[in-house]
Protein backbone atom coordinates (compact mmCIF):
# COMPACT_ATOMS: atom_id res chain seq x y z
CA UNK A 1 0.00 0.00 0.00
CA UNK A 2 1.58 3.33 -0.77
CA UNK A 3 2.95 5.89 2.07
CA UNK A 4 0.77 8.32 3.89
CA UNK A 5 2.82 11.06 1.45
CA UNK A 6 1.78 9.53 -1.98
CA UNK A 7 0.20 12.52 -4.18
CA UNK A 8 -0.81 12.71 -7.39
CA UNK A 9 2.14 14.44 -8.57
CA UNK A 10 4.33 11.49 -7.38
CA UNK A 11 2.38 9.10 -9.74
CA UNK A 12 4.89 7.54 -12.25
CA UNK A 13 1.95 8.36 -15.13
CA UNK A 14 -0.73 10.48 -15.34
CA UNK A 15 -3.81 10.05 -13.46
CA UNK A 16 -6.83 10.95 -15.43
CA UNK A 17 -10.19 10.64 -12.98
CA UNK A 18 -13.04 11.79 -15.66
CA UNK A 19 -15.61 9.07 -16.69
CA UNK A 20 -13.67 6.80 -13.84
CA UNK A 21 -16.28 4.79 -11.49
CA UNK A 22 -14.61 4.16 -7.75
CA UNK A 23 -16.10 1.21 -5.57
CA UNK A 24 -15.89 1.85 -1.99
CA UNK A 25 -16.60 -1.62 -0.10
CA UNK A 26 -16.23 -1.14 3.65
CA UNK A 27 -16.98 -3.18 7.12
CA UNK A 28 -19.49 -2.25 9.51
CA UNK A 29 -17.83 -4.30 12.57
CA UNK A 30 -15.37 -2.09 14.58
CA UNK A 31 -17.76 0.76 12.67
CA UNK A 32 -15.84 3.22 14.82
CA UNK A 33 -12.81 2.91 12.98
CA UNK A 34 -13.87 2.18 9.65
CA UNK A 35 -16.07 5.29 9.46
CA UNK A 36 -13.02 6.92 9.95
CA UNK A 37 -11.08 4.71 7.20
CA UNK A 38 -13.94 5.90 4.73
CA UNK A 39 -13.84 9.52 5.61
CA UNK A 40 -10.09 8.62 4.96
CA UNK A 41 -10.84 7.50 1.26
CA UNK A 42 -13.44 9.83 0.34
CA UNK A 43 -11.65 12.66 1.14
CA UNK A 44 -8.56 11.45 -0.66
CA UNK A 45 -10.51 10.41 -3.84
CA UNK A 46 -11.86 14.08 -4.06
CA UNK A 47 -8.66 15.10 -3.51
CA UNK A 48 -7.98 12.98 -6.89
CA UNK A 49 -10.83 15.51 -8.93
CA UNK A 50 -13.25 12.72 -8.20
CA UNK A 51 -17.14 13.68 -7.32
CA UNK A 52 -19.73 12.27 -5.48
CA UNK A 53 -21.62 10.42 -8.57
CA UNK A 54 -18.29 8.76 -9.36
CA UNK A 55 -17.77 6.98 -6.14
CA UNK A 56 -20.48 4.19 -5.16
CA UNK A 57 -20.04 3.31 -1.02
CA UNK A 58 -21.15 0.21 -0.55
CA UNK A 59 -21.68 -1.43 3.31
CA UNK A 60 -20.80 -4.90 4.43
CA UNK A 61 -21.53 -6.60 7.83
CA UNK A 62 -17.61 -7.77 8.43
CA UNK A 63 -13.88 -7.86 6.98
CA UNK A 64 -15.18 -11.67 5.78
CA UNK A 65 -18.01 -9.98 3.66
CA UNK A 66 -15.32 -7.40 1.93
CA UNK A 67 -14.45 -9.60 -1.31
CA UNK A 68 -18.41 -9.99 -1.69
CA UNK A 69 -18.91 -6.91 -1.69
CA UNK A 70 -16.31 -6.11 -4.11
CA UNK A 71 -17.67 -8.67 -6.60
CA UNK A 72 -20.76 -6.75 -6.42
CA UNK A 73 -19.33 -3.11 -6.73
CA UNK A 74 -17.30 -4.40 -10.25
CA UNK A 75 -21.08 -5.85 -11.55
CA UNK A 76 -21.76 -2.22 -11.50
CA UNK A 77 -18.96 -1.35 -13.77
CA UNK A 78 -16.46 0.20 -11.30
CA UNK A 79 -13.08 0.41 -12.57
CA UNK A 80 -11.30 -0.18 -9.05
CA UNK A 81 -12.82 -0.94 -5.61
CA UNK A 82 -11.16 -0.16 -2.03
CA UNK A 83 -11.66 -2.48 0.58
CA UNK A 84 -12.23 -0.61 3.92
CA UNK A 85 -12.51 -2.79 7.35
CA UNK A 86 -10.73 -3.54 10.64
CA UNK A 87 -9.95 -6.80 12.40
CA UNK A 88 -8.58 -6.15 16.12
CA UNK A 89 -7.15 -9.83 17.51
CA UNK A 90 -8.94 -10.93 20.30
CA UNK A 91 -8.88 -14.57 22.65
CA UNK A 92 -9.61 -16.84 19.95
CA UNK A 93 -7.86 -18.18 16.06
CA UNK A 94 -11.26 -16.08 14.57
CA UNK A 95 -8.75 -13.28 14.17
CA UNK A 96 -6.72 -15.37 11.86
CA UNK A 97 -9.26 -16.99 10.13
CA UNK A 98 -11.02 -13.66 8.94
CA UNK A 99 -7.53 -11.53 7.69
CA UNK A 100 -7.08 -14.67 5.69
CA UNK A 101 -9.91 -15.07 4.31
CA UNK A 102 -10.73 -11.12 4.06
CA UNK A 103 -6.73 -11.48 2.44
CA UNK A 104 -7.46 -14.03 -0.31
CA UNK A 105 -10.85 -12.80 -1.06
CA UNK A 106 -9.63 -9.36 -2.21
CA UNK A 107 -6.37 -10.60 -4.11
CA UNK A 108 -8.85 -12.80 -6.28
CA UNK A 109 -11.29 -10.63 -7.09
CA UNK A 110 -8.88 -8.25 -8.43
CA UNK A 111 -6.88 -10.95 -10.46
CA UNK A 112 -10.25 -12.39 -11.50
CA UNK A 113 -11.39 -8.81 -12.62
CA UNK A 114 -8.63 -7.93 -13.79
CA UNK A 115 -9.02 -4.54 -11.93
CA UNK A 116 -7.38 -3.33 -8.74
CA UNK A 117 -9.18 -4.45 -5.77
CA UNK A 118 -7.20 -2.82 -3.01
CA UNK A 119 -6.82 -3.93 0.36
CA UNK A 120 -7.23 -1.37 3.00
CA UNK A 121 -7.66 -3.48 5.82
CA UNK A 122 -6.43 -2.83 9.14
CA UNK A 123 -5.65 -6.01 10.87
CA UNK A 124 -4.34 -4.94 14.83
CA UNK A 125 -3.20 -6.60 18.21
CA UNK A 126 -5.29 -3.69 19.90
CA UNK A 127 -7.53 -0.97 20.19
CA UNK A 128 -4.82 1.96 20.24
CA UNK A 129 -2.95 0.41 17.37
CA UNK A 130 -6.46 0.91 15.11
CA UNK A 131 -6.58 4.06 16.17
CA UNK A 132 -3.00 5.19 15.17
CA UNK A 133 -4.04 3.83 11.54
CA UNK A 134 -7.67 5.61 10.97
CA UNK A 135 -6.39 9.09 11.36
CA UNK A 136 -4.22 8.78 14.29
CA UNK A 137 -0.25 9.15 14.63
CA UNK A 138 0.09 6.65 11.70
CA UNK A 139 -2.13 8.12 9.23
CA UNK A 140 -5.12 7.08 7.84
CA UNK A 141 -5.03 3.54 6.04
CA UNK A 142 -8.26 4.33 4.06
CA UNK A 143 -6.88 7.68 2.62
CA UNK A 144 -3.59 5.47 1.33
CA UNK A 145 -5.61 2.69 -0.08
CA UNK A 146 -7.79 5.46 -2.30
CA UNK A 147 -4.52 6.88 -3.70
CA UNK A 148 -3.44 3.22 -4.61
CA UNK A 149 -6.42 2.73 -6.44
CA UNK A 150 -5.39 5.90 -8.30
CA UNK A 151 -2.31 4.79 -8.35
CA UNK A 152 -3.00 1.61 -9.88
CA UNK A 153 -5.70 3.08 -12.71
CA UNK A 154 -2.79 6.00 -13.46
CA UNK A 155 -0.92 2.55 -14.76
CA UNK A 156 -4.18 1.09 -16.66
CA UNK A 157 -4.72 4.19 -18.43
CA UNK A 158 -0.54 4.51 -19.21
CA UNK A 159 -1.25 0.83 -20.79
CA UNK A 160 -4.54 1.51 -22.29
CA UNK A 161 -4.30 5.19 -23.66
Not at 16 to 24: R, S
Not at 52 to 73: C, K, N, T, Y
Not at 112 to 126: D, M, S, W
Amino acid sequence: MATASFSQGEFPYIFHPENLKIGVVVAEWNKHITEKLLTGALNALKQQHLHDAQIEVLRVPGSFELPHGAQLLFSKNCDAVICLGCVIQGDTPHFDFVCQAATDGILQIGLTEKKPCIFGVITTLNEEQAQDRAGGKLGNKGAEAALTACGMIAGRQHLNP
